[in-house]
């Protein structure tokens, strides 16, 4: 066995990976058509057709309907954005909470603040880092106006259970799908299954336009409601002669057209550079499914995991710290992070109880408190066991590949050298 590279030895993959370029000639030929048209916005925020945006976004938005099977799409300039919309659509009020993750980007569990509402935080499964239906029944409340169900790292939440759990009390279920685009379960695509879905077009995602967003809904009144409050709604709930004013002042969310041209191009590519993501991820999961104390990826049954990430997870039982067990990746070449995000109540915003004005609002409005200890799992993954790989972010053909796989298992024969040391 050669000896390892955190211990003086030669690397297995002695160059960098190279990045993995998403920009090819079709997205440049989309964007110098838009530019040539001179309209790189085509919306107004007043009455009149040019409200529901220019020729792009419009096309993009019935693209995104045809290959995601979903009735309606309304396209906003970011996740964060189609969040933030989707809290105002579904009327989130002050005092209102929404159950949300704490093992996710920050923006899930901010979103309902600026409505008003409280996020309530439930734990998450350990294998597939997604929120826990028994978590969320314990913490409904009469209060409790939503769930927010992340489908992490691309695998699917418990849709289907968390659908049932939301229709028998009342409430809506809103999925943060920025990461899983074309992951499924039992059939039904991500992002389909609650009453509004969100997806990111962000740099890192596997559709991205610099920045942008997609929400989808089977409603056509939340639909109607998203596309008011994406631009300006204030000024057009005359012409659309809405009677419910509830949260119908609006924000600027809208995409230009630049970014709707270069998510069509994108679109096109979605189901292959899906493949190519379970090609990589299947590689890497069979090669280490087999090695004591680590864990690859679950794909639950019935499900399509899209890979946005490849998460191993590091067990006791491995006997080496993740810490260590990670830098020794690291030297050999194999690039990773240890425990993704911290639980999301551990923010500043949580811990001081403040979001917006001076005095604590919303947080005035309720006897929630947010302490560690609230949701074990997360924080064990957090703290201890989680290493987080993009693959993806890189260009691995299937030598890198088996490099790759090198990597983990030189790493991983070498366990009892690496148990005698400390971080
Ligand atoms: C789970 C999740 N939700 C929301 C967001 C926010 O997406 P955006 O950057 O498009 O606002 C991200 C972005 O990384 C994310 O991963």
């Known amino acids: 066995m050669s000896e390892l590279a955190l211990l003086g030895g030669k690397p297995v993959l002695t160059e960098p990976l190279s990045p993995y370029r998403s920009m090819g000639q079709r997205e440049r030929a989309a964007v110098i058509e838009v530019m040539e048209s001179d309209c790189l916005s085509g919306f107004y925020g007043s009455p009149g057709p040019e409200f529901f945006g220019g020729p792009k976004v419009r096309e993009l938005e019935q693209a995104w309907c045809k290959t995601f099977e979903v009735p309606f799409s309304v396209s906003v300039n970011s996740a964060t954005s189609g969040l933030i919309a989707a809290m105002g659509a579904i009327g989130i009020s002050p005092g209102d909470e929404v159950i949300v993750p704490p093992y ?109 967003g997609m929400c989808v809904t089977g409603n056509e009144h939340l639909a109607q409601r998203l596309q008011l409050i994406r631009n300006h709604a204030e000024n057009a709930v005359d012409w659309l002669d809405i009677a419910d004013l509830n949260n119908l002042i609006g924000h600027n969310f809208r995409m230009t057209e630049v970014s709707a041209a270069i998510a069509l191009t994108q ?43 490849w998460v191993l997870r590091c067990e006791d039982t491995l006997g080496v710290e993740r810490h260590i067990f990670s830098q020794a990746l690291l030297a050999e070449g194999f690039p990773n992070t240890e425990g993704y995000v911290k639980p999301l109540y551990y923010l500043p915003v949580f811990q001081k109880r403040i979001a917006l004005g001076r005095n604590g609002f919303p947080f005035t409005l309720t006897k929630r408190t947010y302490s560690k200890g609230m949701c074990p799992t997360a924080e064990c993954m957090y703290e201890q066991e989680v290493l987080f790989f993009e693959p993806c972010a890189y260009d691995v053909d299937d030598e890198t590949l088996d490099l790759l796989v090198k990597c983990i298992h030189k790493v991983h024969e070498s366990r009892d050298d690496l148990a005698k040391l400390k971080s």
Do not use: W
């Open 267 to 309: 679109l096109f590519d979605i189901e292959e550079h899906v493949r190519r993501r379970e090609h990589i991820a299947k590689r890497l999961s069979s090669e280490t499914t087999s090695l004591h104390g680590l864990s690859p990826p679950l794909v639950r049954n019935g499900c399509r995991h899209n890979f946005y990430c």
């Open 104 to 212: 996710t980007m920050s923006a899930t569990a901010v979103a309902p603040l600026f409505y008003g509402g409280i996020p309530v935080f439930s734990d998450i499964e350990p294998d597939t880092f997604c929120l826990d239906p028994s978590a969320v029944q314990s913490a409904l409340s009469p209060t409790t106006k939503a769930i927010i169900a992340v489908n992490l790292f691309g695998h699917p939440a418990q849709l289907h259970r968390l659908k049932k759990i939301s229709e028998d009390a009342g409430i809506y279920l809103i999925e943060d799908n920025a990461q899983a685009p074309l992951a499924s379960e039992h059939g039904r695509r991500c992002g389909t299954i609650g009453d509004i879905g969100i997806y990111s077009l962000n740099y890192h995602k596997h559709i991205h336009s610099g920045e942008g």
